[in-house]
């Protein structure tokens, strides 16, 4: 029996998809989180098979605690659900194993499409395939790099980074040039405008 946690900061997005769970999908087993640490305290309860999880919640970003996460609870199947691009943070989940990524925008029948299959046709060897090179200059950046670029984004500087991530703060000034060689940027405003032109945000 399918049991799914929704982790979401916003109430009307949690309450969207469990309509979308219950209607569509016959699946009444629902819990509800809305922060990182709701999400751990959720799961420790126990009998989740599946979790639709966004990518940027109130107290984290996701991709800090998607390695607990599955160290802890290595049965259960992942789904990202975010407003975030697809291109970019699709492929560095896949570094963690997480091959289902759902933006928000998609449309109401991609959307039931895409969580029916995550979870009742689960095969994450069919997304394994990478695609060719992207365009898009953050595409290469890796999951640490990119949870550095969400607090870069955000304003925090290499001590509140550091803070926030549990790293030396060589190591976070180490990652910050790595994410300027590779976007090609050498200034914090230049990558604000590049990310920008990309959309990448964390509002």
């Known amino acids: 029996m399918e049991r799914v946690l929704l982790a979401d900061d916003h109430s009307l997005i949690r309450r969207g998809v469990q309509l979308i769970l219950k209607n569509n999908l016959n699946i009444e087993a629902v819990g509800e ?15 989740y098979t599946h979790i639709i999880l966004d990518l940027v919640l109130t107290d984290c970003m996701s991709l800090e605690i998607i390695p607990n996460i599955q160290k802890l609870y290595p049965d259960l199947n992942i789904m990202v659900f975010s407003m975030l691009c697809k291109e970019i943070y699709g492929e560095a989940l896949k570094q963690y194993g997480v091959y289902y990524y759902l933006q928000k925008n998609e449309d109401e029948e991609e959307t039931v499409r895409c969580i029916r299959e995550f979870l009742f046709d689960y095969d994450s060897n ?17 999951a640490r790099e990119l949870e550095v670029l969400h607090y870069m984004l955000k304003g925090d500087g290499t001590k509140e980074i550091s803070n926030s991530l549990n790293l030396r ?10 994410i300027f060689e590779k976007t090609d940027t050498n200034n914090l405003k230049t990558l604000m405008q590049l990310s920008s032109l990309f959309n990448i945000n964390f509002v």
């Open 169 to 178: 703060m060589s190591t976070v000034s180490t990652i910050k040039g790595r």
């Open 33 to 47: 989180a809305s922060n990182c640490c709701e999400v751990m305290s959720e799961l420790q309860k126990g009998g």
């Open 126 to 142: 069919r997304y394994k395939k990478r695609s060719g090179e992207s365009d898009n200059p953050f595409s290469s950046l890796s």
